[in-house]
């Protein structure tokens, strides 16, 4: 706070708070019939982009924030206050911004005043303009674009949200502040990074000089409700029979390959299929940012880790992969396989660990097999091709792909 700024406190007005989020998850549900009796895609509508007019800032009022800011940030000790409980917090900074304003001489009517307290609140407690999006149940992913361009999904439709950052770099520390939560970094030498947010959401940031236009934040959203196969019936994307076979090949033990495209449903599924697994069993599952919803008591969940500054301390997949072969799991779930950890996955089906489940990126099952073939050959694993694939055959029990219709379903 400047030092002349005088010693009263006004009284503060009680805190804004985030808009309330939705009652509960409302999942999207396709109007076509089941995936097996679709006969083809070619007449879906493509996914539509509804555009959204971004509030109009005044520059009195652009000019009044980020005098607000700066104080902020050069007289209140930030640290002391996250340490606070969330409500205490709020009155606090509230209080510190009207003291701002009153000592600046700030002319802002009193909904600016209650916006400017609101934005500061969420600078500091949370992620900043993303914290209304991250309230809501009914968004499944967050995209930003640059620090003026964000778009979300809803119910399979793609909209451009009604926020903005102030700059460039008050969306690289929003990114920053997202990564170092879970021992990550992002700067200018490692300008891509994989994380996730404390409700389990997936996270992922590339920020300049990579990203041409600004920093990118892609956030896949957690729903707080775990889907199940009957939840999936409900909504037409697995056919009775079809979730039959996959309660009892999840069940008996069957070692079952998860494929399809980006935002097919590949967790969703996966996580559906885990609620089937016997309460007694050891499972460990290895993610690159742990996401799986497991309810099971006997669970050890592994997470890889990027290097240090130094570039060292790297974890990969493929080393979790490996651990958990010393690890006495009777089940090693792998969240993506996109790499020579294949190999080590398949070597585990085939050596005891019946009913272990992976996902991978393809577009269909026959090359979802190829690309399991294609990974352990990138990882000069020198197998011959014919034996590869009698691994791949003997391994894996059931493939089940998962496909996202061009309207969003």
Do not use: W
Not at 86 to 95: K, V
Not at 180 to 206: F, H, K, Q, W, Y
């Amino acid at each position: 706070m400047p030092g002349d700024a005088p010693q009263a406190k006004p009284q503060a007005k009680p805190p804004t708070t985030a808009p309330k989020p939705a009652a509960g998850i409302k999942p999207v549900a396709s109007s076509t019939p089941a995936a097996n009796d679709r006969k083809s895609h070619g007449s879906q509508k493509p996914i539509d982009i509804k555009p959204s007019k971004l509030p109009e800032l005044s520059e009195r009022y652009m000019a009044a924030r980020n005098i607000v800011f700066e104080d902020i940030k050069q007289g209140v000790d930030v640290t002391s206050l996250v340490r606070l409980d969330r409500q205490q917090a709020r009155q606090d900074i509230q209080t510190a911004v009207e003291t701002i304003i009153n000592f600046r001489r700030l002319d802002l009517t009193s909904a600016e005043q209650a916006t400017l307290s609101r934005e500061v609140c969420d600078d500091i407690l949370g992620y900043g303009p993303l914290e209304p999006l991250l309230a809501r149940d009914d968004i499944a992913d967050i995209m930003v674009n640059g620090p003026n361009t964000v778009y979300i999904e809803t119910k399979g439709r793609i909209e451009q949200a009604p926020i903005r950052f102030r700059d460039n770099q008050h969306l690289i520390n929003i990114c920053q502040k997202i990564v170092s939560a879970v021992g990550r970094r992002i700067d200018e030498s490692s300008p891509i990074c994989d994380a996730r947010l404390a409700d389990g959401s997936r996270v992922n940031a590339i920020i300049p000089p990579l990203a041409v236009d600004g920093a990118t934040l892609t956030i896949r959203k957690f729903k707080q409700d775990k889907l199940t196969l009957e939840t999936l019936m409900e909504y037409g994307s697995v056919s009775p029979a079809a979730a039959t076979v996959l309660r009892v090949a999840a069940a008996c033990r069957c070692n079952i390959l998860i494929s399809g495209g980006t935002g097919s449903g590949k967790t969703t599924m996966l996580n559906c299929l885990t609620g089937y697994i016997s309460p007694g069993e050891r499972v460990i599952t290895c993610e690159d940012a742990c996401e799986l919803q497991l309810q099971q008591p006997h669970v050890v969940r592994l997470e890889t880790r990027p290097p240090n500054l130094e570039g060292q301390g790297e974890v990969l997949m493929r080393d979790l992969v490996r651990n958990c072969l010393r690890m006495r799991p009777d089940r090693i779930i792998v969240g993506e396989v996109r790499g020579p950890e294949a190999f080590d996955l398949l070597q585990a089906m085939n050596t005891g660990h019946d009913g272990s489940m992976g996902t991978v990126h393809a577009n269909n099952p026959r090359e979802g097999l190829s690309r399991l073939e294609n990974m352990i050959a990138m990882g000069n694993i020198s197998i011959p091709p014919a034996a590869v694939r009698e691994q791949i055959s003997s391994a894996i029990n059931v493939v089940v792909q998962c496909q996202r219709l061009r309207d969003g379903s």
